[in-house]
Antibody, heavy 123, light 110 residues
Framework: EVQLLESGGNLIQPGGSLRLSCEAS????????MSWVRQAPGKGLEWVSG????????YSADSVKGRFTISRDNAKNTLYLQMDSLRAEDTAVYYC????????????????WGQGTLVTVSS | QSVLTQPPSVSAAPGQRVTVSCSGS????????VSWYQHLPGTAPKLLIY???RRPSGIPDRFSASKSGTSATLGISGVQTGDEAHYYC???????????FGGGTKLTVL
């Protein structure tokens, strides 16, 4: 059974940093791209960042480019999202997702999602 | 405003069929696979359709989808009260080098 368990969400002041983690199990982690997707309160889904299966290629939404960094440790079956220079508009539930393919630029779909972790940016 | 355009809401009576549209452009829908997601409040989103028209195991055949040019459509037949949720389309965009979600469509079962 595929499981994705996010952690690291918290209340943080504007300008602060936070690192989210996603522990994966139930599939061959190093064979699939992974992504982070967020949902701000009252808003729709927004793709944040993606990383290919070996971690060598990453993509990020313009809204977080230069502030957020996605990475993975295939030995630990764990995906990360380092979030710096946080803003109020980054407040959202952050979901870890498994992609259906090895490359992060695949549009084949995100087939498994974690339950999400809440990040609140507020003073 | 989303690059992928969906109607904000649709409605149907139980047992009826409803469709949700997703309109994009040549740099996204026209050239990449489209996927569809169901999001019920308080739960994780679920993949309903991948590669334009394929259902993951466990998704009932009441859910179907198609794509033509720069538009894609999700169809739900025999609508049930349990289908009340937000539905999102998604695809890659070459120009933005980013995965995009549509703005989402809320299905209300009357």
């Amino acid at each position: 059974e595929v499981q994705l368990l996010e952690s690291g969400g918290n209340l943080i002041q504007p300008g602060g940093s936070l690192r989210l983690s996603c522990e994966a199990s139930g599939f061959t982690f190093n064979s699939y791209a992974m992504s982070w997707v967020r949902q701000a309160p009252g808003k729709g889904l927004e793709w944040v960042s993606g990383i290919n299966s070996d971690g060598g290629i990453t993509y990020s939404a313009d809204s977080v480019k230069g502030r957020f960094t996605i990475s993975r440790d295939n030995a630990k079956n764990t995906l990360y999202l380092q979030m710096d220079s946080l803003r109020a508009e980054d407040t959202a539930v952050y979901y870890c997702t498994k992609d259906r393919w090895i490359s992060a630029d695949s549009s084949s779909g995100r087939d498994f999602w974690g339950q999400g972790t809440l990040v609140t940016v507020s003073s | 405003q989303s690059v992928l355009t969906q109607p904000p809401s649709v409605s149907a009576a139980p047992g009826q069929r409803v469709t949700v549209s997703c309109s994009g452009s040549g740099s996204n829908v026209a050239t990449h696979f489209v996927s569809w997601y169901q999001h019920l409040p308080g739960t994780a989103p679920k993949l309903l359709i991948y590669d334009n028209d394929r259902r993951p195991s466990g998704i009932p055949d009441r859910f179907s989808a198609s794509k033509s040019g720069t538009s894609a459509t999700l169809g739900i037949s025999g609508v049930q009260t349990g289908d009340e949720a937000h539905y999102y389309c998604g695809t890659w965009d070459n120009s933005l080098s980013a995965f995009l979600f549509g703005g989402g469509t809320k299905l209300t079962v009357l």
